[in-house]
């Protein structure tokens, strides 16, 4: 009987071998990847070089164990037993709070002042840096007013700031007693800087609202925030600029357990072989009440991930064209050529900058401590330095009048009803679009 048992536990490990050789090779099971970052490890070359000096045995060795068959699913099996057995997150970069509250280490790190004491020596140190960025920011504001440009400032709060009573306890007999976010917000009060104190706002309604500003298994806001996040900025603006912008309204609550990729970032950085424990909650879907009659200008948003749930939603279709500088360093743009550009490609940068009916800046606390990423620097050496050759210049505006579809067919039409050729109306539009911009007005939209 016994050798029975060994037999088939032999044959059986034998055959987990075997599948674990054919998924390796061949990948025939579909299983779902892990989340996060993935080193792509290549098959060493044998030497008897490398084979003498050990480089080859472990080289080798990262490459079996990042090919292994069923990989994903030993690892998932490994974290959901931890977890399950001794409530252990095995991403340092993840901890589990009251009731399932997931926090990202980063921002429980700036609540209770660690991120502060990394950056400056002292708290008055900190105030003193702040006070400079805020004259910078007034300078700013002095110069994009002389291109007819309105700035407006978004205090996108945290989910530890709004919500530490869901920290872990350790955490909360931590919190610092200085917030460089709340201080930030007292000077652009005192400035009377254009801004939304989200931060206040969270904290006032947060009791009363149906459903959590942030869920459970995320770091964001909400996908259920996002649209009356979105349109109180765009009434803000409208108070700002005089612009007659749309309004965004639910059409569908549509309640799920089945989670945006945004609302479950935590939870699948956990890499967990079972779903995370987590309530239903909406994931709304919008619409714009008017986009025809209303006014559509255009957006330059600087910010951190916060902006990119912004430009991701409903609230980009409010203008005619949008562009992220995400981190004031990646352009990603509603139009193909400036998308995934670099902001230092110094032409694109100044007319994506002086097309701008807004700049709006959309940051978090932990980002405070790297202010705007240097954008108002950014936009004064920029609109300092204007423009660059321009027979250079011309040829750039003519493959931007081309790579816009209405534009080009307006300049084509242009041409029919003039009796001109068609390079004589490209340059003629492409002349009139930069005399605007050399006499530092709007330039009309194509689409007018």
């Known amino acids: ?22 998924q390796a090779q061949w990948r025939p099971f579909t299983l779902k990847p892990l989340n996060g970052y993935t080193p792509d490890v290549e098959q060493p070359v044998f030497t008897l070089e490398q084979f003498a000096s050990g480089d080859y045995q472990e080289k080798l060795e ?10 994903e699913l030993f690892i998932r099996s490994y974290n959901q037993a931890v977890y399950s057995c001794f409530k252990k997150i095995t991403n340092d970069h993840i901890v589990e709070g009251e009731d399932h509250e997931l926090f990202l280490q980063m921002y429980l790190n700036d609540i209770t002042g660690a991120t502060l004491k990394q950056n400056y020596p002292t708290v008055e140190q900190a105030k ?61 009060k005192e400035n009377h800087i254009p801004h939304i104190d989200f931060l206040s706002y969270f904290k006032a309604i947060k009791d009363t609202v149906t459903y959590p500003l942030y ?61 995370y424990p987590k309530p239903a909650l909406p994931r709304p879907v919008v619409a714009l009440s008017d986009t025809v009659t209303k ?61 701008a009916d807004i700049v709006l800046a959309v940051f978090t606390q932990p980002m405070m401590y790297n202010y705007m990423f240097e954008f108002p620097r950014t936009a004064q050496e920029l609109l300092e330095k204007g423009y660059f050759n321009e027979d250079e210049a011309m ?50 939209s194509h689409e007018e």
């Open 295 to 355: 006014d559509r200008p255009n957006l330059l948003v600087i910010g951190d991930s916060y902006a990119n749930q912004l430009v991701s939603s409903a609230f980009a279709q409010a203008f005619n064209h949008w562009d992220w500088w995400a981190y004031n360093r990646d352009i990603h743009s509603s139009r193909p050529r400036f998308n995934w550009r670099i902001v230092n490609e110094e032409f694109d940068a100044v007319t994506v900058l002086q097309e």
């Open 128 to 188: 003193a840096d702040a006070r400079k960025n805020v004259q910078e920011t007034l300078r700013l504001i002095d110069t994009l007013q002389q291109f007819n440009i309105d700035f407006l400032f978004v205090f996108a709060p945290s989910k530890t700031a709004v919500y530490p009573e869901k920290m872990p306890s350790y955490y909360q007999k931590q919190i610092s007693d200085f917030s460089l976010e709340e201080y930030y917000i007292e000077l652009f």
């Open 62 to 71: 990262r490459y079996v164990s990042e090919h292994l068959g069923f990989r």
């Open 395 to 444: 040829e750039t505006v003519i493959q931007m009048i081309k790579d816009e579809p209405k534009w080009y067919e307006g300049v084509v039409n242009y041409a029919e009803e003039h009796h001109i050729t068609l390079e004589e109306s490209l340059t003629k539009n492409a002349r009139y679009w930069l005399d605007c911009l050399k006499r530092k007005i709007k330039r009309p």
């Open 215 to 275: 869920t459970r298994t995320g770091t964001h806001w909400a996908e259920s925030t996002i649209p009356w996040v979105s349109d109180s900025i765009l009434r803000k603006i409208e108070t700002l600029t005089g612009f007659d912008l749309a309004e965004i309204n639910d059409v569908d609550e549509n309640l799920t357990k089945h989670y945006s990729e945004i609302d479950a970032e935590l939870e699948a950085s956990m890499n967990l072989l079972f779903p």
């Open 1 to 22: 009987m016994k050798s029975r048992i060994c037999i088939l536990l032999c044959l059986f490990t034998l055959l987990g071998f075997v599948l674990m050789f054919i």
